[in-house]
């Protein structure tokens, strides 16, 4: 099943999509239960008469960095760095970026503030479906209820001053995080799965229409199931968390590229540009960048004189 979340008349509604329509679940039907079974009561309504918002707006959003390829890149460009950190094998490394800029599959993005290196960065998204604490992989493979498309918005220039502190990355990643266009059930990617347990997904990413960048989503380092379990460990994953793969490589972002080639080629986003990404048995997200606000001034640390009482 397809399930989306939408607008219609001014109404948000969760629905199935059946073709090129989509017909409105029971009011209270979130989509998670939706995809273990849920039975639309609405008639039938053109896709091109709603406007599709994010699938799910998810109560914690965890980013993994599980493609070697795009570290390799993308720490090449961000701090002058070679290779891959050690501490990256140990475990599928992730940090909790902000639910509240999640955005729909067509929005428009708007330019962080104080930013002027924008970048898009392709990802697949796992959504938990059943609450779980401590699962092994072999169980975690049934609390994952769907996937769906994460672009993970990156403000490169804020990114690489504020990691210097070893903190972060945070107002990098702050503006928007666009999920979509569906969530799209497990059990319809399952023919996608390779021997190793990974999905063999084709990706895609395109500004203004040019290719930039392809990958599978099977150069995984880590399986979602393997994510879940690491999420889980020590605590709890919800219904509607949602745990993103990482960008991919071979261009699934625009710093990987920089940090292969040495220099801003292609260059940062700007407003105007659109950015389109596609995921072979998911869909395709379009976003459109506009001009966003400047940022209210702040001052600069003080100096104190840690006087103590």
């Not at 399930?3 to 109404?11: P, S, V």
């Not at 701090?79 to 599959?105: E, K, Q, R």
Request: some cysteine; glycine content about 12%.
């Amino acid at each position: 099943m397809r399930i989306a979340t939408y607008l219609h008349r001014g109404r948000r509604r969760h629905g199935l999509v059946e073709g090129a329509a989509v017909r409105h679940l029971p009011d209270g039907v979130t989509p998670w239960e939706a995809a273990r079974g849920g039975h639309p009561t609405g008639p039938a309504v053109p896709l091109a008469d709603v406007r599709l918002l994010a699938p799910v707006q998810p109560a914690t959003l965890r980013d993994f960095v599980t493609f070697e390829e795009h570290v390799e890149g993308v720490r090449r460009s961000i701090d002058g760095s070679g290779g891959v950190p050690d501490a990256w094998y140990d475990a599928p490394t992730f940090y909790f970026t902000n639910p509240y800029s999640v955005i729909g599959p067509d929005d428009e993005v708007p330019v962080p503030p104080g930013s002027g290196v924008l970048d898009f960065e392709l990802e697949v998204a796992a959504v938990i479906g059943r609450e779980g604490r401590d699962l092994t992989p072999e169980q975690a493979r049934d609390h994952i209820v769907g996937y769906t498309i994460l672009n993970d918005w990156s403000a490169r220039d804020l990114q690489s001053r504020e990691m210097r502190v070893n903190l972060g990355p945070c107002k990098g990643k702050d503006t928007a995080a666009t999920l979509g266009p569906y969530l799209v059930t497990a059990d319809e990617l399952e023919p996608y799965r390779d021997a190793d347990g990974f999905l063999r997904l084709a990706l895609t990413a395109s500004v203004n229409g040019e290719t930039v960048g392809t990958d599978l989503l099977s150069n995984m380092s880590w399986t979602f199931e393997e994510m879940v379990a690491y999420a889980s460990r020590g605590t709890v994953v919800r219904p509607g968390d949602v745990l993103g793969s990482g960008t991919c490589g071979n261009g699934g972002c625009l710093a990987e590229l920089w940090g292969v080639r040495a220099e801003q080629s292609p260059p940062p986003l700007k407003p105007g540009d659109t950015v389109t990404l596609t995921v072979e048995g998911i869909g395709t997200v379009s976003n459109t960048v506009v001009a966003g606000t400047d940022p209210v001034p702040l001052p600069t640390a003080r100096r104190r004189t840690r006087e103590r009482p």
